[in-house]
């Protein structure tokens, strides 16, 4: 088994700090901790809480959160504290007891989208912690879920994102025949408490924050704000519709933006047409003379 990496990340409040591992650290559930008497189902949290200055404990996912009290600053203290969950992960301290951890009711429920191949299932709970498409099960071979959907024939491709799963259909046959069928594995599944992901797969797959970080740090300006933009205004519009929009390149000579589609923006002529459209526009339109024209990828 490879050793966990901690990694602090500042997040938008000053007082707390994140410290992602490259590895999960709970599947499904959240979990918040006042005080050590509270985290009694959390041995890592009970470590944490003798620490003088931590106020509250979040864990998910990837990831355990501190909020600070006022006492110290985190750049005091982040990399002792980074060392110690580190060391006590890696000397395979419990992180949460499941026995003890309050279980609530799973439910899914599908959701069309323009494209009329892809179905979108959303759950009632965080299911990953980063975007992953798979277009065939050996493409699959991260995600222990994607693999078993595809053991249906009429699966194309997976996308799965924060609390859904976007899956394309063949045309071989129609959703109103397959859909509960569909929403009746992915509920059971969940509820067995199986694995999303491998816990390996962020990190083989460079989409820790830390890659993402470094990768988006070594582009130049333009493309910098190119993602910007997409982030605020395009992403949250199409992934209410199952899909998603990734940067790829941006081509400074000929002013040329490459981006790629993924989940239900995927694979559906006419709405790529209209994404590609809609995205040169806002482009242009907030960036001038510097964007030409975009060119939109399935995925």
């Not at 992934?239 to 929009?245: H, L, M």
Request: overall charge negative.
């Amino acid at each position: 088994m490879s050793s966990i990496h901690i990694t602090p990340q500042e997040t938008s409040n000053p007082k707390i700090l994140k410290f992602e591992a490259n590895t999960f650290l709970v599947q499904y559930e959240n979990f918040e901790y006042a005080n050590i008497d509270d985290a009694k189902n959390s041995p890592l949290a009970q470590q944490l809480f003798y620490l003088p200055f931590v106020k509250k404990v979040y864990i998910s996912g990837n990831f355990v959160a501190i909020e600070r009290y006022d006492i110290v600053e985190w750049s005091d203290v982040q990399n002792e504290v980074a060392s110690q969950i580190q060391d006590y992960l890696n000397n395979d301290g419990i992180v949460v007891i499941a026995e003890q951890s309050k279980k609530s009711a799973i439910t899914i429920y599908a959701e069309s989208t323009p494209n009329p191949a892809v179905i979108k299932f959303v759950a009632n709970k965080n299911l990953v912690n980063s975007s992953f498409e798979f277009g065939s099960i050996e493409e699959a071979k991260p995600s222990p879920f994607a693999t078993e959907l595809f053991q249906f024939p009429f699966v194309k491709s997976v996308f799965l994102d924060k609390n859904y799963v976007s899956i394309t259909k063949f045309d071989i046959i129609e959703w109103e025949g397959i859909t509960l069928e569909v929403r009746t594995f992915i509920k059971s599944y969940i509820e067995q408490g199986k694995p999303m992901i491998l816990s390996t797969a962020t990190e083989a797959l460079e989409k820790t924050t830390e890659q993402l970080d470094k990768a988006y740090e070594e582009l130049d300006d333009i493309s910098k704000e190119i993602i910007n933009i997409l982030e605020q205004h395009v992403k949250p519009a199409v992934a209410s519709d199952g899909g998603n929009i990734m940067f790829d390149s941006y081509d400074a000579e000929n002013k040329t933006v490459q981006v790629i589609l993924q989940g239900a923006c995927s694979g559906c002529p006419s709405s790529t047409f209209t994404l590609k459209n809609g995205i040169e526009a806002i482009l242009k339109e907030m960036m001038g003379d510097k964007i030409n024209s975009v060119n939109a990828l399935n995925g």
